[in-house]
C-alpha cells in the first residue's frame, strides 16, 4: 500500500470513529499519547532487544514506546553529537524519544538546542554524592558501601531528590523512591509519610510528573495516592535492561485499578514550547 493510500486508509477509519491500531507508518512527529498503562515511557534499546524487536512489541501490545537514551559522565553518550545520531536513528519512528539525564553533571555536558529535540527530558535521583564528598550510584554496592545509618541516608536522598526537582530542567521524574538493595526490606518503614510528601512537594512545585516503574514495582501505592492528591501526573515505565524484563506495564494498570486513576492521572509528553528544557536553564 502506498504512502497516499495509506493516509486516506486512516482518514476514513478516523471519521467512522473506529479504532484502529497505530499503521506502520513514518512520522515527522511524535506519536498521539495515549493515557495509563497503554504506554511505557521508559524503554531502553540494550542487551539483547533491538529496535526493531522493541517495535515489533510495541505494535503486538498496543503499547506506545518512549525510547530513551542515556547520556552523562562516564557514558557513551556524553556529547551532543551522540544525542544527534540517536535522533536521527529514531527519526520516522512511531514512538516518543526521550532523553535520560545520568548523574547530576549531565546539564554541562549537553546544549539545549540539542536537548529540546527530544520529546522529553527525564532523570532520577539514583547517582549523587554523599555529604563526605562520595560520588555514588545507588544500584552499584561497592559504591554505596555499607550503610551504617539508615535513617541519615535516606535523609540525604530525600535531599539530593528534591535539590533535582528545582535545578534540572526534567518532564519526567523515573525510579522513584528506588533504595539500595541492602535498605529494600525496609522500604515501606524508611519511605515515611513526611518523606514522600517532600517529594511530592518538590515535584508538584516544579512541574514535574512521577514514573510508575514497571520493573521495580515502585513508588508503593500510597505515594502514588499522595501524588495524585497533590495534582502531580502518572506516567508508566519500565527501564529494561533487555527483552527479558521488558513487560506490558503490569504494575501500571494494578494500581491504576487499585487506586482508580482516571485518564486525566495520566502524564503527556509537552508540547513544543512547553518542554522543560524551553523553560528552564540548565543548572551549571
Request: aromatic content about 12%; proline content about 5%.
Given at each position: 500500500m502506498n504512502t497516499r493510500l495509506q493516509r486516506i486508509v486512516v482518514a476514513c477509519a478516523c471519521a467512522l470513529g473506529t479504532v484502529m491500531a497505530a499503521p506502520a507508518?513514518?512520522?515527522?512527529?511524535?506519536?498521539?499519547?495515549?493515557?495509563?498503562?497503554?504506554?511505557?515511557f521508559h524503554v531502553h534499546v540494550k542487551g539483547d532487544l533491538t529496535l526493531d524487536e522493541a517495535l515489533r512489541r510495541s505494535r503486538e501490545s498496543g503499547i506506545t514506546y518512549g525510547i530513551a537514551i542515556n547520556g552523562g559522565l562516564g557514558f557513551p553518550i556524553d556529547t551532543d553529537a551522540?544525542?544527534?545520531?540517536?535522533?536521527?536513528?529514531?527519526?520516522g519512528r512511531p514512538v516518543?524519544?526521550?532523553?535520560?539525564?545520568?548523574?547530576?553533571?549531565?546539564?554541562?555536558?549537553?546544549?539545549?538546542?540539542?536537548?529540546?529535540?527530544?520529546?522529553?527530558?527525564?532523570?532520577?535521583?539514583?547517582?549523587?554524592?554523599?555529604?563526605?564528598?562520595?560520588?555514588?550510584?545507588?544500584?552499584i554496592e561497592d559504591e554505596v558501601g555499607t550503610i551504617a545509618d539508615a535513617e541519615r541516608f535516606m535523609d540525604q536522598l530525600v535531599d539530593r531528590a528534591t535539590t533535582i526537582f528545582?535545578?534540572?530542567?526534567?518532564?519526567l521524574y523515573v525510579n522513584p523512591t528506588y533504595v539500595p538493595d541492602q535498605l529494600a526490606a525496609r522500604y515501606d518503614a524508611l519511605w515515611t509519610p513526611a518523606r514522600m510528601r517532600r517529594l511530592v512537594d518538590g515535584l508538584?512545585?516544579?512541574?514535574?510528573?512521577?514514573?510508575?516503574?514497571?520493573?521495580?514495582r515502585i513508588?508503593?501505592?500510597?505515594?502514588?495516592?499522595?501524588?495524585k492528591q497533590a495534582g502531580v501526573k502518572l506516567a508508566c515505565g519500565t527501564n529494561n535492561a533487555g527483552a527479558a524484563d521488558l513487560g506490558r506495564n503490569e504494575y501500571c494498570a494494578e494500581v491504576t485499578r487499585a487506586l482508580d486513576l482516571r485518564p486525566e492521572d495520566f502524564w503527556c509528553p509537552p508540547a513544543d514550547g512547553r518542554k522543560a528544557v524551553q523553560r528552564r536553564p540548565l543548572a551549571r
Open positions: 507508518l513514518a512520522q515527522d512527529g511524535p506519536p498521539a499519547c495515549p493515557a495509563g498503562a497503554r504506554a511505557d551522540g544525542l544527534e545520531a540517536f535522533l536521527a536513528e529514531m527519526r516518543f524519544t526521550a532523553f535520560q539525564g545520568e548523574g547530576r553533571e549531565w546539564v554541562r555536558l549537553f546544549s539545549r538546542a540539542t536537548l529540546e529535540k527530544f520529546d522529553y527530558v527525564f532523570t532520577d535521583a539514583m547517582t549523587w554524592t554523599d555529604d563526605r564528598g562520595r560520588r555514588m550510584r545507588l544500584w528545582a535545578t534540572e530542567p526534567i518532564d508538584a512545585a516544579n512541574g514535574i510528573a512521577v514514573e510508575i516503574n514497571n520493573r521495580r513508588p508503593n501505592a500510597a505515594f502514588i495516592r499522595m501524588a
